[in-house]
């Protein structure tokens, strides 16, 4: 039985609770990402002679793999949070990632591509917190307010930025080994302040359904593989760039300073964080379809500019900024249709195949890009032409493609 978060409770007191959920969630969301994120930064380093000397395809795979594990694995974090809650889940996945950034950094330091990737792949754990975030939240928030909550809670994506910025830095201020206990740390510490200070939702109560039922009946409802679709394209863009884009800049523009390109790619990782709440917003006011549409079509725009490259810094700079607020704006609008479309007893696994969907939209790209790379026109012309394809396409499928009900507008 659920009640009510107002009934037995003063308006300002469950907005406070409603505040103080929300940003806890948000920062736990973020440092898993900073960790699911951690190998990507240094894509380079590990690349280059003297480290592993990895070819444009084994590099590509090396910072593709942990998405594989925190694309797979939201589906079992969206089923599991509604039986859990949102506090045991955080909790639990802050403290799994933490060995496996610690084996990322001895494998590393090993200089082993093996033991690299099988780090990776268990990394992918920390990229799963985004399942136990939607439901903890529409728990707390009203459904005219779940666009604006999943919206701000989506800007803990950008831990990637942080990840892009100060991972490399770490690395020279403190050293490979030392950067990496750092992330570890924090990940304990912001552990143990979920466990502490984070609370479910009055309303929430254990769903003990079984969880085949529950993903059964979520893949038969047309929502979840309506979004599906629409999130493949617009977070699994902003996953595969923040991921891919150290390695684009130094194969096209020749940026082989690993701080440079982490500055660059924590830009666009910020824009998107910015933007993201940004789409959870407007989608409360004008409709997440009419949202979705525009960044998905403005995607495929800017990646047409894209293949012309764009002088460095300031015309590729407006393009690679233009395309994160696109995504993140994407990314923002479809979970706030996700959140107001599902029905309330199915948004943990609805949740958890949309963002399963998101992340494998991340997986490939990169896979894609290091396979098609023309290294005597150090361009990527193929990849990101299949890109203005796949982001056209979303866009007349949101326009054209979901029937229009009283939820999706």
Known sequence: MTMDT??????SAVRTAQKKNLALATLAFAITFWAWNLIAPLGVFYAGHGEMDLTSSQKSILIAVPILVGSLGRI????????????????????????????????????????????????????????????????????????????VFGAGMGGTALSAFFTPRFKEWFGYFPAHIIIAVALVV???????????????????????????????????WQM??????????????????????NDVYEMTDLKSAGARTAGFALAAVIARPMGGVLSDRFGPRVITAISCGGAAVLAVWMITKPVMPWLAGVDFILMAVMMGMGAGSVFAWVAVASPPARVGAVTGLVGAA???????????????YNEATRSYTIGLTMLVIAATAACLFTIFGIRRTASAQ
């Open 358 to 372: 998101g992340g494998l939209g991340g997986f490939f790209p990169p896979l894609l890009m290091g396979a098609t």
């Open 190 to 224: 912001v552990a143990v302040i979920c466990w502490l200070w984070m609370r479910d939702a009055p309303s929430w109560s254990p769903n003990t359904e079984p969880a085949l039922p529950k993903l059964r009946d979520a893949v038969t409802l047309p929502i979840t």
């Open 228 to 249: 599906a679709v629409l999130y493949a394209a617009a977070f699994g863009g902003f996953v595969a760039f923040s991921t891919y884009l150290p390695t684009y800049l």
């Open 76 to 151: 079992v974090v969206g089923v599991l949070t509604p039986r859990f809650g949102g506090r045991v889940m955080f909790t639990a996945l802050l403290l799994l990632s933490v060995p496996f950034v610690i084996l990322v950094a001895i494998a590393g330091q090993a200089k082993s591509y093996p033991l690299m990737i099988v780090a990776g792949f268990f990394l992918g754990i920390a990229g799963t917190s985004f399942a136990a975030g939607i439901p903890f939240l529409n728990n707390w928030y009203e459904a005219s307010r779940r666009g604006f909550a999943t919206g």
């Open 6 to 11: 107002t009934s037995f409770e003063p308006v």
